[in-house]
C-alpha cells in the first residue's frame, strides 16, 4: 500500500508533441472514444472487422463463443497458419523485400533477413523438421539465445502445426527437463551456445542434461552459434544448418484452426509447479496484430527493437508475432546490455537508426544507476517513441527515460500486460494518450479492465483492489497445459464471472490505472515472474536445509529482490559458505535470475497456529520495516523476536 501512497502525489502529465500527433493513426479522443465504445457494445462487430484484415483460409462461422466459460474459443471454424499471417502474407507486396529481421550479435558482427528470405529458411526448417517426424500437434522446445534462427525456429513450428515452447536460455537444466517433460515436447532447437559477457554461455550441455532418461525426445537440432565443442547423440542430434542446406524452401503450411494451440509458455504461478500456458492461433494473431499497430503506431520506415528474449511472453508478442504480421522491421542483439561497455545499447541505436525502443522498467533502472554519460555519447535522435512492460516503473525511472532517453520528444507506453493475456492490455495510445509518469494509463480497445474489493464491487476512484478484466478477449490464455482445474481456479475461481490478474491496481480522476503489483505469492524479480514456491523448493531440496520461506524484499534496481530465510539441519554449519553454496544451488536449479539476493539462517520460522508460515511479517522484516497489523496468530513470538535482533 507505500506504493498506493508514492504515486498518489504525481501529477505531471505529458501530451505527446503535435508532431507524433499529426502523423499518428489514433490522435484525438472523439475517434478513440468511438472505437472503444463499438469494442465494448458489439465486440463480435469490431474483432470480427479487425480479423478479416488477416489471411485466413477458411472463413469463422462465428466471432467468440463464451457458452463454456471460463473457456473460450475465438473465430470459431477459421483457418489461418501463423508464419503464413507472418510471412506469405507479405510475399506479393512490396514488404517482401524489406529487411524483417537484423540482428546483431555481442561480438559486433550483423546479420539481415529479408520477409522473402526469412520465409524461405522458415521452409527449410519447417521441412527439416517434418523430415525428423514432428508433426502437427506435437511439441517442441525451443532453448536459444537471441538469434535470427530463434524466430525461424518459433515460425517453422507454427508452419507445420507444432506448439513451441519456449524456453528462456537462462533457465537451468532442471527447469528445461521439468517444462519439457510437463508439455510431452518431443524435439529441442538448441544452439551450441551464444556469446553474454564476452563468454560463450553453453547451452547444448544443459539440453544433454535435461534430456537423460527422457526417451520420448526424439530429435534435437543445434544451431551453430559459439563454436563451442558439444557432445553428440548419433541418431538424435543434428546440425542446423545440415537439416536445413538438405531440405526445400518450399513448405505448404499446415491448416490450423483457430484453437489450435500455437505454443505452451511456462510461467509462475503461487505453487512450485510452473504453469504452461496455452495460447491458441487466431485469436492470439488477431490481438497481438492490432495491438502493436496502435500501441507503437507502426510506420513503414521504423526499426523497432523490443530487448526482450524469446524465451518470455513480450519476445513471442512483441519480437515476432505482432511485429512480422505488420510487416515490420524487427531489431534483435544478441548479448549484454554493458558489453564491452556501458553505452553499447545506445551505440546500436545510433549505428541503426532504431526508431522505436521497447524494454523493462529493471533495465531502465540500471541505465540510471550507469550514468547519463552512457547514453549521452551517442545520437539517439532517430528514437520517436519509447516503451516500457514488466512491472511498475516507478516515476522517477519514468522521468530518467524521458529525458535522457527521449529527450523530451518521444511518448512513452507504459504496457501494463501478462503472459496469460497474450497481447497488450492497459496502455497510451502514443499519439493520442496524455501520460502521468508511472502510470500504464487506460484499457486497450476491447478490454473491459476495473479495480474490484473481496467481494468483486468495483472500487471508487484511487481506492486500491484486485485488478479485473470482466469479459474475454481475442489474444487470452486458453488455459493452462494438462491442467484445466488449475486454470479455473486461479483466475476465475474468485470472482467466477471476472479474470483475476493477480494484481493490486487502483483507477485514479482520469480513469488511468495505477498498477501496484502481484498480490499473490509470485516474486517480480527484474521484470521477470518467479514463484516463491518455487525458489523454496529449490532451497529445501539442498541436502542441509530442512525449511526455506521465501519473500520478495523492494530493491532500486530489480524491483524486488529475493531474501530467503533458511533453516538448516541441526549440527549444520551455517555461515557465510553456505550462503554461497545455497545461492549456487539455486541458480543450478532454476537459474541465475532466482539466485536469492540475501539468504539469512534462522532456527524457527514465524508460523500460524495451523502451520502456515507468515509471509507478510517475513516481508516487513526482509524490507526492514516494523510490522504493523494483526500478528495474534503468530504461534511462537520468540522467533520474530530473534529474526529482529539478527537484523541489528
Ligand atoms: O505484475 C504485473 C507485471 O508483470 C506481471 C506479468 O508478468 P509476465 O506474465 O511475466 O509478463 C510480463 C510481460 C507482459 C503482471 O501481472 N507487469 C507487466 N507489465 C506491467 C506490470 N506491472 C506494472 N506495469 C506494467 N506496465
Known amino acids: 500500500m507505500s506504493q498506493i501512497e508514492n504515486v498518489l502525489h504525481e501529477s505531471r502529465r505529458f501530451q505527446p508533441t503535435a508532431e507524433f500527433q499529426a502523423r499518428a493513426r489514433i490522435n484525438n479522443e472523439i475517434t478513440y472514444q468511438r472505437m472503444y465504445r463499438q469494442s465494448l457494445e458489439d465486440p ?23 457458452s463454456k466459460a471460463p473457456f473460450a474459443k475465438w473465430f470459431v471454424g477459421g483457418q489461418i497458419n501463423a508464419s503464413a499471417a507472418c ?18 550479435g555481442e561480438p559486433g558482427d550483423t546479420r539481415q533477413v529479408t520477409y522473402s528470405e526469412l520465409a524461405d529458411e522458415v521452409g527449410r526448417l519447417a521441412n527439416g523438421l517434418r523430415s525428423l517426424g514432428v508433426k502437427k500437434g506435437d511439441r517442441v522446445a525451443i532453448y536459444m539465445p537471441m538469434l535470427i534462427e530463434s524466430v525461424v525456429a518459433m515460425l517453422a513450428c507454427a508452419r507445420i502445426g507444432a506448439a513451441h515452447s519456449v524456453v528462456f536460455g537462462g533457465f537451468s537444466a532442471q527447469a ?80 490450423m484452426d483457430s484453437e489450435d494451440v500455437l505454443f505452451l ?21 488477431v490481438g497481438t496484430y492490432l495491438t502493436f499497430q496502435h500501441v507503437f503506431d507502426i510506420r513503414p520506415e521504423d526499426i523497432y527493437w523490443c530487448t526482450a528474449d524469446i524465451g518470455w511472453i513480450t519476445g513471442h508478442s512483441y519480437v515476432v508475432y505482432g511485429p512480422l504480421q505488420n510487416g515490420a522491421t524487427v531489431f534483435l542483439y544478441e548479448g549484454a546490455p554493458n558489453t564491452p561497455h556501458l553505452g553499447r545499447l545506445w551505440e546500436m541505436v545510433q549505428k541503426h537508426k532504431l526508431t522505436i525502443l521497447y524494454t523493462a522498467p529493471t533495465a531502465i533502472r540500471t541505465f540510471m544507476r550507469w550514468g547519463d554519460e552512457h547514453p549521452g555519447r551517442f545520437d539517439l535522435s532517430s528514437l520517436r517513441l519509447l516503451g516500457t512492460v514488466g512491472e511498475p516503473i516507478n516515476p522517477e525511472a519514468w522521468m530518467w527515460y524521458h529525458r535522457v532517453i527521449g529527450r523530451e520528444r518521444c511518448p512513452i507506453v507504459d504496457t501494463w500486460w501478462q503472459t496469460e493475456t497474450g497481447a497488450i492490455m492497459i496502455t497510451p495510445l502514443p499519439g493520442l494518450t496524455a501520460t502521468k509518469p508511472g502510470s500504464c494509463t487506460r484499457p486497450f480497445f476491447g478490454v473491459d479492465a476495473a479495480v474490484v474489493d473481496e467481494k468483486g464491487q468495483e472500487l471508487a476512484t484511487n481506492q486500491g483492489g484486485f485488478l ?16 484445466p482445474e488449475r486454470y479455473v481456479q486461479t483466475y476465475w475461481g474468485k470472482f467466477g464471472h471476472m479474470y ?47 525449511e526455506a520461506a521465501v519473500v520478495a524484499r523492494p530493491d532500486e534496481l530489480t524491483g524486488q529482490a529475493i531474501c530467503a530465510f533458511v533453516t538448516v539441519r541441526s549440527g549444520e554449519k551455517v555461515g557465510p559458505q553456505l550462503k554461497v553454496d545455497l545461492g549456487e544451488h539455486v541458480a543450478r536449479e532454476i537459474g541465475k535470475l532466482a539466485r536469492p539476493a540475501e539468504i539469512r539462517f534462522t532456527e524457527a520460522l514465524p508460523k500460524t497456529r495451523s502451520g502456515k508460515i507468515m509471509r507478510r ?31 541489528e
Open 176 to 255: 528445461l527437463r521439468e517444462r519439457i517433460q510437463d508439455g510431452g515436447c518431443t524435439a529441442v532447437i538448441t544452439a551450441d551456445g551464444g556469446f553474454r559477457r564476452g563468454q560463450i554461455q553453453a547451452l547444448k550441455p544443459a539440453v544433454d542434461e535435461a534430456l537423460l532418461g527422457l526417451k520420448e525426445v526424439h530429435s534435437v537440432v543445434v544451431v551453430k552459434r559459439g563454436g563451442n565443442p558439444v557432445g553428440w547423440k548419433e541418431g538424435r542430434d543434428h546440425w542446423y544448418h545440415e537439416l536445413t542446406k538438405q531440405s526445400s524452401s518450399n513448405c505448404v503450411p499446415e491448416a
Open 265 to 285: 509458455l511456462y510461467t509462475s504461478g503461487s505453487t512450485g509447479k510452473p504453469k504452461g500456458i496455452v495460447h491458441t492461433t487466431g485469436g492470439y494473431l
Open 500 to 546: 483475476l490478474a493477480g494484481d493490486g491496481s487502483r483507477r485514479d480522476e482520469d480513469g488511468y490505472f495505477w498498477v501496484m503489483g502481484r498480490i499473490d505469492d509470485v516474486l517480480n524479480v527484474s521484470g521477470h515472474r518467479l514463484s516463491t514456491m518455487e525458489v523454496e523448493s529449490a532451497l529445501v531440496s539442498h541436502p542441509k536445509v530442512v
Open 468 to 483: 479485473v478484466l470482466k469479459r474475454p478477449w481475442p489474444s487470452m490464455l486458453r488455459g493452462i497445459w494438462n491442467d
Open 87 to 104: 510471412l506469405d502474407r507479405h510475399l506479393a507486396t512490396p514488404v517482401a523485400n524489406k529487411v524483417a529481421l537484423l540482428w546483431e
Open 617 to 647: 511479517l517475513l516481508r516487513d522484516i526482509a524490507a526492514g520495516v516494523e510490522t504493523v497489523g494483526d500478528t495474534s496468530t503468530i504461534e511462537d513470538y520468540s522467533v520474530l523476536a530473534k529474526l529482529r535482533a539478527d537484523e
Open 44 to 66: 463480435e462487430g469490431f474483432w470480427g472487422r479487425i480479423a478479416r484484415e488477416l489471411p485466413w483460409t477458411a472463413q469463422w462461422t462465428k466471432v467468440l463463443d463464451w
